[in-house]
């Protein structure tokens, strides 16, 4: 299923190729540097022969607390067959390994953390080109920002969603069914026996979440900037072409260095408006905006939103997956994956962006298309929704934009006036969602304050605000969601998100209170707050921002540093001068 093609790797050009003497450690002496070096190198079992080899560095982001990488130690073999079987020399080395679930307060807080750590240890080490693998949500943005600063040959390797599990004759996919049956459970239509028997089901084997939540949306954005193999994106992890894959992608190492494809080549503005094409017309993860604004950020490429909902309003939705449609990425991959649906898109992108083959995007396509699945990924002019999944909106309450899935919402909802329901904090929001006497109604906003990227919660996917509970039980399954945070791409519901400037920064967001009326209209792109400019400067003066003060460590860099979420929540420091 892979669609590749590989040249001869000469390594001719010019003595680019310095493998070993690649960045010596500085002892005053650079030959005694190269002598030290390869000694120690010795010390490991290399011969000679090996240590005069170019070298491909592996990124190996296997964790004990990251199940969607748990077959990375055979993805790491592979890419080394394919390294050596072009002449170089694989060496894999560790970085920080982001298990979605398992971190706390949330994984957006350490992706800054871990493509720090990818742009250090590939500026660091000697390696000619390097291979990332990762998968997991906040693993992917982190390598590709990391890779796009440090700038050396790089090819991104996605480990692949995870295969569907069982329930009574029901497919069940991590987390989307995850969501849908916990909301089942809350309302009181499953019981505690049938949700137990469900979580041993959701999630079955290696891999990331099944549907087209933020993994797969991430691993799609690689491929359409040519950071990934062309056809590489939607293998199923544990697919025997996911390993074909993975030695294909060390196989081209190589080639990509002698050509000198470095990410500077790749993450352009053309390249990245073929990105957002693609996560419209995927109906992908809200997460995806955040993560390739940051990465557009590390070259100095500046997403606005605004262009955004002009790209919105001429990409239709043309996949049928979950959370938006009825699919899982396993049949994404066997209906023709992103080479169907990037043909789809053809006479709406930039056909000269260079991928890491070699090859523009419009050569690519030029080959002939295999077989397409139209239950999956349909025609162009037959979408499964006429303008793209996202949609940015503005007005006083997100005077620098907020995002709502629109593809994953309730159509009936996208022109509402309603009455705010408000929860100051997270610890709020879990005390009094699920009370008896919570004063709320179905027609009611619930707005969400104080979990932006400033907040002490690092703007977690918190978005996804519950039902609360006597609306769940009466039979209420959407509301209007507002909040500065996050939400899963796994998720769905009428949900706006992002909301910048956030709380912690003064927003508008904060100073709504209890009863105050918002008008959401998604046709005028906007999003009100139905008081006066003078009431809103009154609230500002008597009620300040609270944004985390951490004293020390990671969690001060990260408060001091991190920007808004219209430019990617990175670290200023790290951005490219536009």
């Known amino acids: 299923m892979v669609e590749l093609q590989l040249g001869e790797n000469s390594m001719s050009d010019g003595g680019k190729i310095k493998g070993l003497q690649h960045g010596l450690t500085n002892y005053g002496d650079k030959d005694f540097s190269l002598y030290l070096r390869r000694s120690f190198a010795k010390s490991m079992g290399y011969s000679d022969e090996m240590l005069e080899r170019p070298i491909v560095g592996i990124i190996n ?49 350490f992706r800054n953390l871990m493509a720090m750590d990818t742009e250090e240890m590939i500026r660091a080490q000697p390696m000619d080109a390097v291979v990332m693998i990762g998968g997991c949500d906040k693993t992917v943005p982190a390598q590709l920002m990391g890779a796009a600063s440090a700038d050396l040959p790089t090819l991104q390797l996605i480990v692949g969603p995870m295969m569907t599990g069982r329930y009574e004759g029901e497919r069940l996919g991590a987390c989307t069914d995850c969501r849908r049956f916990w909301a089942d459970f809350r309302a009181g239509r499953v019981n505690e026996g049938q949700i137990g028997q469900i979580e041993g089901n959701l999630a079955t084997t290696m891999g990331t979440c099944a549907v087209m939540g933020t993994a797969s949306t991430m691993a799609c954005i690689a491929e ?149 699945d139209r239950t999956i990924i349909r025609a162009r002019d037959d979408g499964f929704e006429d303008v793209g999944g996202l949609v940015a909106l503005f007005g006083n309450l997100a005077p ?30 879990a005390e009094r969602i699920d009370a008896e006497d919570l004063d709320v109604k179905a027609d009611d906003i619930l707005v969400l304050q104080n979990a932006g990227p400033k907040s002490p919660s690092g703007m977690p996917e918190a978005g996804y605000i519950p039902i609360p509970k006597k609306l769940a039980q009466a039979g209420v399954k959407d509301m209007i969601r507002i909040s500065d945070c996050r939400m899963s791409g796994t998720a769905f519901g009428t949900i706006v998100l992002h909301v910048t400037p956030e709380a912690a920064a003064g927003g508008a967001i904060g100073l709504v209170q209890n009863g105050d009326e918002i008008r959401l209209s998604v046709s005028n792109k906007s999003l009100e707050l139905l008081i006066n400019n003078s009431e809103i400067e009154r609230r500002r003066q008597a009620n300040p921002p609270r944004p985390a003060v951490p004293t020390r460590g990671y969690a001060k860099l990260y408060a001091d540093h991190v920007t808004q979420a219209d430019q990617g929540a990175d670290f200023d420091f790290l951005m490219a001068p536009n």
């Open 61 to 109: 982001t296997a964790s004990g607390y990251n199940n969607c990488h748990r077959g990375m130690p055979e993805l790491v073999e592979a890419v080394k067959r394919g390294v050596l079987m072009r002449g170089g020399l694989p060496i894999d080395f560790p970085t920080i390994s982001l298990g979605e679930v398992f971190l706390n307060p949330t994984s957006l807080m």
């Open 224 to 372: 359409t900037l040519g950071m990934t193999l062309p056809g590489t994106a939607a293998i199923p992890a544990v697919h025997a072409d996911r390993l074909r894959a993975a030695e294909a992608t060390g196989a081209q190492a190589l080639e990509t260095a002698r050509q000198g494809l470095t990410p500077a080549k790749l993450i352009t503005k053309k390249s990245v408006e073929n990105a957002l094409r693609v996560l419209l017309a995927l109906g992908g993860s809200t997460n995806g905006i955040l993560h390739l604004t940051a990465i557009a950020g590390r070259r100095g490429v500046k997403i606005s939103l605004y262009r955004l909902n002009e790209l919105s309003d001429t990409t239709p939705v043309l996949i049928n997956l979950k959370p938006t449609g009825v699919g899982y990425m396993e049949d994404f991959h066997t209906a023709g994956a992103m080479g169907a649906l990037l043909r789809e898109l053809q006479p709406l992108l930039h056909l000269d962006c260079p991928t890491l083959t070699g090859e523009t995007l419009g050569e690519r396509l030029a080959a002939a298309p295999g077989y397409v």
């Open 400 to 429: 620098g934009g907020a995002i709502l899935k629109r593809s994953a919402a309730d159509p009936v909802l996208f022109e509402a006036t309603g009455r705010a329901v408000v929860f100051t904090s997270l610890e709020d929001l």
